[in-house]
Structures are given as structure tokens and as C-alpha cells.
């Protein structure tokens, strides 16, 4: 409500995409491909860290219960239980 931060963190990498807020949890996608999850709130708390085997510059998207993330040749969705599939 004032503006002021809440706490600031250096997450690695060079970024290009956009953060994401998806099923209670905010998403961070460096361009080496790790995947920073944290969750939303006043103190930092990271979730989990995952790291696919390529580089990626686009923005993670939404569709359903599953987050489609795009490297530089594959589309990965990611859904709950489900593991990650190409």
C-alpha cells in the first residue's frame, strides 16, 4: 500500500521474460533455463529451484492446470504430478 518494497533478491542469470503468478506461487525464468519458484508475500521464500537443458528468452504462459515454458528448440508442459513432458 506505500510503495515500499518488501525485500529485494538477485536471482541469477540474465532475464528476459516476465514473471508469472500461477496457482499460488510466482515463477522467475532466467535465460540459462532455471526457473526460480517463490512464494508471494512479505518475506522472501524460495520454493524451488529447476533447471532445464537449454536457454530460453520467452515468458512462461498458462493454459489449464499446466505452465508451458519454450527453449530455444522444445515446449515443455509442466503440470502438477505429472513430471515435466517435451
Request: aromatic residues 6%.
Amino acid at each position: 500500500m506505500t510503495g515500499q518494497p518488501h525485500w529485494r533478491k538477485r536471482l541469477g542469470g540474465g532475464v528476459s521474460s516476465s514473471p508469472l503468478h500461477a496457482a499460488g506461487r510466482i515463477y522467475f525464468l532466467n535465460e540459462e533455463g532455471e526457473t526460480t519458484v517463490i512464494e508471494p508475500g512479505k518475506i522472501y521464500r524460495e520454493l524451488a529451484r529447476h533447471a532445464l537443458d537449454e536457454q530460453t528468452q520467452a515468458s512462461a504462459a498458462v493454459a489449464g492446470d499446466a505452465i508451458f515454458v519454450r527453449t530455444l528448440t522444445r515446449l515443455y508442459k509442466i503440470s502438477e504430478g505429472s513430471g515435466h513432458s517435451r
